[in-house]
């Protein structure tokens, strides 16, 4: 059992007041997903100028598997309300398998003259840019959700995507850092330097296959791609896992890492009470 305290705000929060959250959180490492249970509330006081530091210097956000779920990333942009100084991470699988992957992709056009966006490269990405490209069989993007999107770009086939989306896609990295947290899409070697990972690979890893350790940087990592199919985020010592199934009925979260304030919407953009 693995004890995560974290800070969630809400539209009723005062200046002075959090709610203090202390998830329990077991670990399946057959599933990838947690047991949340035991989860207790409390009032503490917050400190006026530790919340005013994060507004003068800006936060970092990230947003998990979107899946062209558009309603559902509009509703927790606006929930969170990003601020010019706010860096906002989007953890790839943006397309495929929602109503809405072209719009999608036409808000982070939009979003990256607002706030500093850094988007890392999703399997389903990668998967786009090779049909798109004739690279591989078209068809194995098609049944992942390609179909999904390219309806939404109304065109047939995959060499008919619009040129400027696929050259920004293929401009997303593979994985973005901070002083204490680092962001990729799927999974990572714990013992080897951010710098020298097989991202290639890992992008396409859940963790169900394999739950890494602490980074060898001592920095916790940030993750989407392993759907939490009961909608809540994966909280471990060593590693968030923010992917917690929009398209398919859960929740798109955004998390920011530095206050551990969450904020969650369904495909329909309905916030999450909590």
């Known amino acids: 059992m693995v004890a995560t305290p974290s800070l969630v705000s809400t539209k009723h929060d005062r200046p002075w007041c959090w709610f203090v959250r202390t998830c329990h959180a077991e670990s399946l490492a057959t ?22 530091k994060y507004a003068m210097a ?19 942009v606006a929930a969170v309300g990003l601020q010019p100084t706010d860096t906002l991470v989007m953890l790839g699988d943006c397309v495929d398998r929602g109503p809405a992957s072209c719009q999608v992709i036409e808000r982070l056009l939009q979003l990256r003259t607002e706030v500093k966006l850094i988007p890392i490269l999703g399997n389903h990405e990668e998967m786009m840019l090779a049909a798109a490209r004739q690279t591989t069989a078209g068809n194995d993007w098609l049944v992942c959700g390609g179909r999904d999107t390219l309806e939404s770009y109304g065109v047939a086939r995959p060499i008919e995507l619009p040129p400027a989306h696929l050259r920004y896609i293929a401009e997303w990295r593979d994985y973005y850092e901070t002083d204490d947290y680092f962001f990729a899409h799927g999974n990572y070697d714990a013992s080897l330097p951010l710098d020298d990972q097989a991202w290639d690979e890992l992008r396409w890893r859940p963790l169900r296959w394999h739950l890494p350790g602490r980074h060898t940087s001592g920095k916790r990592a940030v993750l989407g791609h392993s759907s939490q199919k009961n909608g809540e985020v994966l909280e471990l010592s060593q590693l968030v896992c923010i992917d917690t199934y929009c398209h398919g009925g859960g929740w798109l979260t955004a998390f920011c890492p530095e206050t551990d304030e969450y904020w969650q919407a369904d495909a329909a953009g309905n916030l999450r009470a909590r």
Request: one cysteine or more; proline letters at 2%.
């Open 31 to 52: 599933t990838g997903e947690a047991v949340h249970n035991q989860t207790t509330w409390k009032v503490a006081p917050a400190d006026g100028n530790w919340r005013r």
């Open 58 to 76: 800006g936060r970092t956000i990230a947003i998990g598997d979107v899946h062209g779920c558009l309603a559902a990333l509009d509703a927790v």
